[in-house]
T-cell receptor
Framework: AQSVTQPDIHITVSEGASLELRCNYS??????LFWYVQSPGQGLQLLLK??????LVQGIKGFEAEFKRSQSSFNLRKPSVHWSDAAEYFCAVVVKRNTPLVFGKGTRLSVIA | DAGVIQSPRHEVTEMGQEVTLRCKPISGHNSLFWYRQTMMRGLELLIY????????DSGMPEDRFSAKMPNASFSTLKIQPSEPRDSAVYFCASSTRLALLTDTQYFGPGTRLTVL
């Protein structure tokens, strides 16, 4: 079945350390790719999205993501994590332009001092 | 703009009662989405509207669930009768254009529903 997979349910990193959150999809064609963040008690906020072109996408809050077609991946990265980055992160795809977002199960990020 | 507004933020009810969740999309947005979030199933799309018309309700779990959008600035999600397994956080989101579903969706803060 077509799906979006976030292999890591929970990740803990130290403040100031680098971060990479993994996302894989199993669609045949290149989908439209998104990363959303959900802070505790809040709705989801778009961090970045990829449609085409440069495979390295810059987003808000210092995040970036790289699309790798050969690996069917769209991993989210940040060079230096801040305590305020503690949240749930969701990868999502749109397979075709007339179909809705499909979300991964999310990765919860904890940041320790 | 105030963003997507949802009410109530928290709802606790007893099994068998009717529950109505409300959403006000961002002004000027033509598309509206209802999602449900649970630990077990993650974030699921229930139904979405374009220009107040339901486009796809295949995600609605049962006939106990219904959604309406009587005008461009208001939508409701109703559960009747409610069951404990309906306990979840329900999100409403809106975007500018359905024709391009890649448009950014703006989410409300959610309604946390607990059915006892």
């Amino acid at each position: 079945a077509q799906s979006v997979t976030q292999p890591d349910i929970h990740i803990t990193v130290s403040e100031g350390a680098s971060l990479e959150l993994r996302c894989n999809y199993s669609y045949g064609a290149t989908p439209y790719l998104f990363w959303y963040v959900q802070s505790p008690g809040q709705g989801l906020q778009l961090l970045l999205k990829y449609f085409s072109g440069d495979t390295l996408v810059q987003g808000i809050k210092g995040f970036e993501a790289e699309f790798k077609r050969s690996q069917s991946s769209f991993n989210l990265r940040k060079p230096s994590v801040h305590w305020s980055d503690a949240a749930e992160y969701f990868c999502a795809v749109v397979v075709k332009r007339n179909t809705p977002l499909v979300f991964g199960k999310g990765t919860r990020l904890s940041v320790i001092a | 703009d105030a963003g997507v507004i949802q009410s109530p933020r928290h709802e606790v009810t007893e099994m068998g009662q009717e529950v109505t969740l409300r959403c006000k999309p961002i002004s000027g947005h033509n598309s509206l989405f209802w999602y449900r979030q649970t630990m077990m199933r993650g974030l699921e799309l229930l139904i979405y509207f374009n220009n107040n018309v339901p486009i796809d309700d295949s995600g609605m779990p049962e006939d106990r669930f219904s959604a309406k959008m009587p005008n461009a600035s208001f939508s409701t999600l109703k559960i009747q009768p409610s069951e404990p397994r309906d306990s979840a956080v329900y999100f409403c989101a809106s975007s500018t254009r359905l024709a391009l579903l890649t448009d950014t969706q703006y989410f409300g803060p959610g309604t946390r529903l607990t059915v006892l």
